[in-house]
């Protein structure tokens, strides 16, 4: 028999055929998440919506979403290999009946009981039923075993993390509002590739933004019917290169006619020159910064991270408008105080690191009204802004490290590479904008794929719904 001790220790150790009588018996208890379903329907590829689909569930017989059948199976087949015998089984046989359905929250009790003892087969059969919290019946059968002849005692394996992460579903909450709103009219920048003309009309056909095409009009046409996309109803204003592109979707903002910008198939910097000119350009009293509002499946919220795109050595004065326009954003989404962390590489104020002194500059700023309606704190590095393990580790005191809304880097370089870490070394999904201009500025990347660009204009539509535009 194993002791509490070996269990608290990590071991686990099977009961051979001769020391098992006809009575023993061996349980589990567990309780359904939504992510045991999640996890089970991902290995399985069970998607029936009876399992996934809360709206389907709802209108089905039961009411609600419930556990896969075999979700109570995979339990029944859990007490008899790691307890009763435990190591070392072979399943042969399992019969099963479903009685009652398992919902989210129920708490299921698994226990197995030898019925039957083959001596010359080393077989066992046994009694398997799985009760719900009310001590009824969800799931009754019958297992039959073939039981190890030997004792086996090992290391129980230490399983690895599971994150059940749904790519984009951090964003479904901001697209759901964003499509209760009118579409906004946008001007997509030179959409002169496959990915930018298919986003645009995408973005058309969900209701989100009315879409105002801008680039050779041959080259769109050519596009779409290689693509064989659908250009109904959708004006289209030609101009001959990317340059004149971004100057003419400029001039649509500034006629009234488009209250955004989407980049299209042209780089940042002809698009961002046409935005900042002098001359006829999109300025305004607030310094342009963009900033990732990023979905990180090992982080419980939204991850806003500035500047990434645009100011490659902010001073002081523009890092103060970068933090203002992330904070105006984060409020756009639903942060009503946000928690904003100043990076650097160290916690405290270090004269040769410029970084730290700004941080704590932009902290008194804060203090005294000049950046409002955020809480910030800094410098701080990447792990204390993020990790409560970290904070309590070098023991740190303060409202934002450990739980930051946004993060602030140092500079363009550092800001690119926490976004770039992030999205190819933990699977996070990067929408942004650029602030700061008369409108917003959906700045995609080449490698941003459909659902990012959605994402991205869903906040430009409510950015400007919390402008009053």
């Not at 290995?43 to 039961?62: K, R, Y």
């Not at 009790?109 to 066992?124: F, I, S």
């Not at 704190?377 to 303060?398: C, H, Y």
Request: hydrophobic share 45%; glycine share 8%.
């Amino acid at each position: 028999m194993s002791s509490d001790h070996d269990t608290a220790l990590g071991y686990i150790e099977n009961r051979p055929f001769d020391e098992i009588a006809i009575g023993d018996s061996a349980e589990l208890v567990r309780t359904l998440t939504a992510q045991d379903i999640d996890a089970f329907a991902a290995v399985s590829g069970d998607v029936n919506p009876a399992h996934v689909d809360q709206e389907f569930a709802e209108a089905d017989i039961f009411h609600k979403v419930i556990a896969h059948g075999m979700w109570g199976g995979a339990l029944i087949s859990n007490v008899l290999g790691t307890k009763l015998p435990g190591p070392g089984t072979i399943y042969t046989n399992q019969t099963l009946k479903f009685l009652k359905p398992v919902g989210v929250g129920d708490t299921v009790t698994v226990r197995v009981t030898v019925t039957e003892k083959d001596e010359e087969n080393k077989r066992l059969t046994l009694d398997c039923i799985c009760t719900n919290g009310d001590d009824k019946p969800v799931i009754s059968g019958q297992a039959v075993v073939i039981a190890p002849e030997k004792k086996i005692k090992r290391p129980r394996v230490v399983m690895p993390d599971l994150v059940m992460h749904q790519r984009g579903g951090g964003y479904d909450n901001l697209l759901e509002e964003a499509r209760k709103l009118p579409p906004l009219s946008v001007a997509i920048v030179h959409p002169c590739d496959a990915d930018s003309l298919a986003a645009a009309l995408k973005l058309r056909d969900i209701g989100l933004v009315e879409p105002l095409l801008v680039g050779p009009i041959a080259r769109i046409k050519d596009v779409a019917a290689a693509e064989a996309l659908d250009l109904g109803g959708v004006e289209i204003i030609d101009t001959e290169h990317s340059h004149a592109s971004a100057e003419a979707a400029v001039a649509l903002v500034r006629d009234g006619r488009a209250r955004a910008l989407m980049k299209g198939a042209l780089h940042t910097d002809e698009i961002m020159s046409a935005v900042v000119s002098k001359q006829g350009g999109l300025r305004s009293e607030r310094r342009m910064s963009h900033v990732y509002v990023m979905d990180v499946p090992t982080y419980p919220k939204p991850l806003l991270i500035t500047d990434a795109a645009i100011n490659i050595a902010p001073d002081l004065r523009t890092k103060a408008d970068i933090v203002q326009n992330a904070i105006d954003l984060a409020h756009t989404i639903g942060i009503a105080e946000p928690k904003v962390a100043l990076l650097s590489a160290v916690e405290t104020i270090t004269p040769r690191l410029q970084s730290t002194v700004e941080a704590g500059a932009l902290c008194k700023m804060a203090d005294r009204g000049q950046i409002k309606g955020g809480v910030l704190d800094g410098p701080l590095a990447f792990d204390n802004a993020i990790s409560m393990r970290a904070v309590a580790t070098k023991g740190i005191t303060s409202p934002v490290a450990g739980q930051a809304d946004i993060l602030v880097s140092p500079d363009l370089e550092a800001g690119n590479m926490i976004a770039k870490q992030l999205m190819y070394l933990a699977g996070a999904e990067a929408a942004g904008i650029v602030l700061g201009a008369q409108v917003p500025i959906i700045l995609t990347s080449r490698a941003d794929d459909t659902r990012t660009r959605i994402a991205s204009a869903a906040i430009a539509v409510l950015f400007n719904k919390a402008r009053g535009l």
